[in-house]
């Protein structure tokens, strides 16, 4: 292969700007305010129908009466009267049940609901506004479509009453030439990726972009090899050869998956119960350890098996990373890396795969990406953390890891795991793409640039509703005003 020749990615941005979004504070508020400038002009709602599988129809009427009830907007009837319209997808499902008293009949025992709604609001010319995606809280009995839909209600009118500021702006690409774009690597952002690059594609269809999720293992290797154009990447590490612009693009979350007969999405668990069961100390279900943090829960007196990754994995990385910041033991004898070498346990490739293999095997327990739970109704726990509260996934406990992982701008950031402050999720972490620092083929330089742009400024509200927290707006600004100057 001919050697390429340096041009304008050799980009040298100080780790204080890629990675500024640990520099100040994040509220939710501001988690939502990324797309207000345009969402605040709206003022009439279309609610099209939900799609998605069973209640799908529940979901919809009740986000109808809910919006109806809330006032701020105003319903209409049809998209031709409407300023913005709602999409999109929603599903319920029962997980288990629950009682405070186990010997309690089934009669009298609580359904757990596991489910999501996840919507866009988009404008007149078909443009994403706004997306978001929320679950049942955690003790969700009773009607569960009006606990969605009253969630994303209140969202959407924090979004639309958010702080004004000017919209990011991206500069013109039409214009570009034919080009392919191939890459690869996490997983954890891979959904998006997928729809990400179908939006870009849409608008630029002279630009193909295919993106394969074999893990961050395998993308950095087949980037180093110069087999794709770029890799994404969910973990910290900056010392590859060569050193590769690092472009941070959305924070996600691993969630314990697990499949135990009867037992809800209410699960809740330590650190020290989740370091002991994958050391392999805590083997039953059942174990005092388990019990104390689940009162009300019949846990079955069943061997708990253990499902990991198999393939060299950021997810991994962060699963991993976590545990060693909660346990010593872990730490000393397991470690935090990509492909580790697992005390216990079953291995499977991908989120896909662990997560299939959690749905197919009784009393398993595994870790997936947040949305991978959600897409195969898996039950998924809350993770004591350090502040003391079990906190279940969501976009707002993301965004609040962040906000609590402040380092001075002239240092790198640890990661985002087990971070300080309440209301923070424990597991969770930023995902990178990977960029070369030299492309010779004017076509694909002019591409990943556009894209790169794109996906800062207008790619960061479809984001939402797949269940990834947006980045702050200072960082998506300052890296965007670094790609400009090239």
Same mark, same amino acid.
């Given at each position: 292969m001919p050697k390429r020749?340096?041009?304008?990615?050799?980009?040298?941005?100080?780790?204080?700007?890629?990675?500024?979004a640990l520099l100040s504070p994040l509220t939710a508020r501001e988690l939502l305010a990324q797309s207000a400038a345009e969402l605040s002009q709206v003022k009439k709602l279309y609610v099209a129908p939900v799609g998605g599988g069973a209640g799908a129809r529940?979901?919809?009427?009740?986000? +109808?009466?809910?919006?109806?009830?809330?006032?701020?907007?105003?319903?209409?009837? !049809? &998209?031709?009267?409407?300023? @913005?319209?709602?999409?999109?997808?929603?599903q319920l499902w029962i997980t288990g049940y629950i009682s405070v008293n186990p010997r309690a009949s089934k009669s009298s025992r609580q359904?757990?609901?596991?489910?999501?709604?996840?919507?866009? +609001?988009?404008?007149?010319?078909?443009?994403?506004?706004?997306?978001?995606?929320? !679950? &049942?809280?955690?003790?969700? @009995?009773?009607?569960?479509?009006?606990?969605?839909a009253g969630n994303l209600t209140k969202q959407l009118i924090a979004a639309q009453g958010g702080?004004?500021?000017?919209?990011?702006?991206?500069?013109?690409?039409?214009?570009l030439d034919a080009a392919t774009l191939h890459g690869a690597g996490a997983t954890l952002p891979a959904p998006l990726y997928l729809k990400w690059f179908e939006s870009f594609s849409e608008k630029h269809p002279s630009i193909q972009i295919q993106y394969d999720g074999v893990g961050s293992e395998e993308g950095l290797r087949l980037l180093t090899e110069e087999k794709v154009d770029f890799a994404g990447s969910d973990v910290l590490d900056t010392t590859s050869q060569p050193p590769f612009l690092r472009v941070p693009t959305v924070l996600g979350g691993v969630v314990p998956i697990?499949?135990?007969?009867?037992?809800?999405?209410?699960?809740r668990f330590t650190p020290e119960m989740l370091a002991g069961i994958y050391l392999g100390k805590i083997k039953k279900w059942n174990d005092p350890l388990i019990g104390a943090s689940n009162n009300g829960i019949a846990l079955p007196d069943a061997d708990i098996v253990v499902i990991h990754r198999s393939d060299g994995s950021g997810t991994t990385y962060t699963w991993s990373d976590f545990l060693s910041k909660i346990s010593t033991d872990w730490?000393?004898?397991?470690g935090t890396a990509m492909t580790l070498t697992w005390p216990v346990g079953s291995g499977a490739e991908h989120n896909e795969g662990v997560a299939a293999l959690v749905q197919k095997t009784p009393n398993s327990i595994g870790y997936v990406e947040l949305v991978y739970a959600i897409q195969h109704q898996l039950s998924f726990g809350s993770v004591r953390n350090a502040s003391g509260e079990f906190i279940h996934a969501s976009l707002e406990s993301l965004a609040l890891a962040a906000r609590d992982a402040a380092v001075p701008s002239s240092q790198l950031p640890t990661s985002i795991t087990n971070a300080a402050g309440k209301g923070a999720y424990p597991i969770a972490t930023f995902t990178w793409l990977l960029v070369p620092p030299q492309v010779d083929d004017p076509a694909k330089k002019a591409a990943l640039l556009a894209l790169l742009h794109w996906l800062l400024a207008d790619g960061q509200k479809e984001c939402s509703a797949l269940g990834y927290a947006p980045l702050p707006r200072d960082l998506a600004e300052r890296v965007l005003n670094s790609l400009r100057a090239r």
């Open positions: 020749a340096p041009i304008i990615f050799a980009v040298a941005l100080p780790a204080s700007v890629v990675f500024i529940e979901l919809h009427a009740s986000l +109808v009466k809910q919006l109806r009830k809330a006032g701020h907007f105003q319903i209409v009837e !049809t &998209p031709a009267q409407a300023d @913005g319209v709602i999409k999109g997808t929603g359904s757990v609901y596991g489910g999501f709604l996840s919507v866009e +609001v988009r404008g007149k010319g078909n443009e994403v506004l706004w997306s978001y995606l929320v !679950t &049942p809280n955690r003790f969700s @009995g009773g009607n569960v479509a009006d606990d969605l702080r004004k500021s000017p919209g990011l702006s991206i500069e013109s690409s039409d214009g697990y499949k135990v007969k009867n037992v809800g999405s209410n699960l730490k000393s004898t397991v």
